[in-house]
């Protein structure tokens, strides 16, 4: 079947190559299965793009140029194509490069995918007929970012694309350190103090680096308005729009806070809001299901007591706080938390919190799926000595119950005039630990296949 004139120009303007861009090198990278397609997911803004930019990057540098092909159905070129023309479209390229077909394996990213009804029985057919891998992204009213990993039925894998980690952040100013911090001159040491709490106040969105306070926070709230309005409202038909409104910033002001569903739906209706129960509950998983919160249930074995305690929630980048807290609190401690929890997120691992039976809190305990456990504590500021006995104390008790679990307590500096530290537990601040080399239960790139 002869493609359309106007389409065929079309397509083979997107499909020639391109000068790659300009970018910061992302630390994720698509888990290493064959024969799976990859999904590249994650809040709006974080960077999806420009992660499947950087792969492409990769592939072209490795392989012939014609053996990666970048394609973004947000682009006015490919504006209302269907799913029938996906076919068309491989076949054009074929045309171009026959002596690929079969041969050589050829890799397809494929962006904003979701606005190519009926995408994914093409991309399933490709996969089982011809030599290809294939990464795909996408978010919108449509289908939300996790759908387009769904939507595979069981063919894919996902990847979660998170605004910029601590040593992203670093590495897009050219500050990313090149030593471990033992070896650290102390300007060195300083430099990375300096950038870590600006860190914790700015945030990693790659579009707010360098901006000025207001201009950013302007910009993270407009982020959020769009995840509510365009993911949430009119991705499930939401009617009850300001009780929405009031939930976020209830979350987003008070990070790290515990929350329960209960608790929120009486407070919505002092609020005068007239909102259900069951509607709390699906509008939090709404804002869970599209990466602007995370929740950290308590750690037990015991499903009745998980879902009957109230969970901690945080932001999706510490950024955030700053933009939906205008109380002047510096909120330095709840950023550190929450930079904690992303980089948590980030290498995989299975987290909660512990409750001891003294009545102390232990911020996480964390099972890697490569083995092992933490509890981890976070404390920005230790001069106090009985802030330290009361830390010390909490991880301590949760020891009791979690004997194999290493205790680490995170600082937001490092602390040189401690008192004796009980044996078997790591203080440490918490830019080291987010610099070491990721836990292993990070997925390695796969290599480009021939």
């Known amino acids: ?34 024969g799976k397609v990859h999904a590249v997911i994650g809040m709006r803004r974080a960077g999806k793009t420009t992660f499947l930019q950087q792969l492409l990057a990769e592939r072209r540098a490795s392989l012939s140029p014609e053996q990666a092909i970048y394609l973004s159905f947000d682009d006015d070129r490919l504006a209302g194509i269907q799913a029938d023309q996906l076919s068309q479209l491989l076949e054009e ?38 030599k290809v891998e294939i990464t795909v992204s996408g978010s919108s009213a449509q289908m939300l970012s996790r759908e387009v990993h769904t939507s595979l ?10 605004p910029f980690n601590f040593r992203e952040f670093l590495r897009h100013r050219g500050e990313e350190p090149t030593r471990e911090p033992r070896r650290w001159q102390p ?17 990693g969105f790659p579009e707010t680096q360098g ?23 009119e991705r499930y038909g939401v009617s009850q729009v300001a009780a929405l409104r009031w939930l976020m910033r209830q979350c987003l002001r008070n990070p790290a806070g515990s929350f329960s569903a209960h608790r929120l739906y009486q407070d919505l209706r002092a609020q005068g809001h007239g909102i259900s129960k ?31 305690n109230p969970r901690k929630l945080y932001p999706a980048d510490p950024g955030m706080i700053r933009a939906f807290d205008a109380s002047g609190r ?80 995170l600082t937001l500096n490092r602390e040189t005039n401690l008192p004796s530290v009980p044996a078997g537990t790591i203080v440490q601040p918490a830019y080291e630990w987010m610099l070491a080399p990721d836990h292993p239960s990070i997925h390695p790139s796969p290599r480009p296949a021939e």
Request: aromatic residues 8%.
């Open 1 to 34: 079947m002869a493609l359309n004139p106007v389409l065929e120009e079309k397509l083979s303007v997107a499909l020639a190559p391109t000068a790659p861009a300009a970018f910061t090198a992302r630390d994720a990278r698509l888990p290493a299965v064959p």
């Open 93 to 130: 390229y074929y045309r171009h490069h026959p002596a690929l077909r079969g041969h050589r394996t050829v890799h397809w990213f494929l962006d904003e995918i979701q606005f190519v009804p009926g995408w994914e029985r093409f991309v399933r057919r490709v996969m089982d007929t011809e």
């Open 153 to 162: 039925r069981g063919r894919g894998m996902a990847t979660i694309i998170r």
């Open 187 to 203: 300007a060195e040491r300083s430099l990375v103090e300096k950038r870590f709490g600006e860190f914790l106040v700015e945030g």
């Open 211 to 233: 901006l000025q306070a207001a201009l950013r926070i302007e910009l993270l709230q407009g982020y959020v308005d769009t995840v509510l309005f365009r993911d949430v409202v």
């Open 278 to 308: 069951d509607s709390v509950h699906a509008l939090l998983g709404h804002l869970l299901d599209a990466f602007l919160l995370s929740a950290v249930p308590v750690a037990t074995e015991s499903e009745r007591r998980r879902n009957s």
């Open 330 to 409: 510096t909120n330095q401690g709840h950023a550190l938390e929450t930079a904690v929890l992303n980089q948590l997120e980030r290498r995989g691992a299975e987290i909660g919190y512990v409750k001891t039976e003294g009545g102390l809190e232990v911020d996480f305990l964390v099972r890697y799926l490569a083995g092992g456990e933490e509890l981890i504590q976070v404390c920005a500021d230790l001069s106090a000595p009985a802030t330290l006995a009361r830390e010390m104390r909490a991880l301590e008790e949760a020891g009791a119950g979690y004997p194999r679990a290493t205790k680490r307590l």
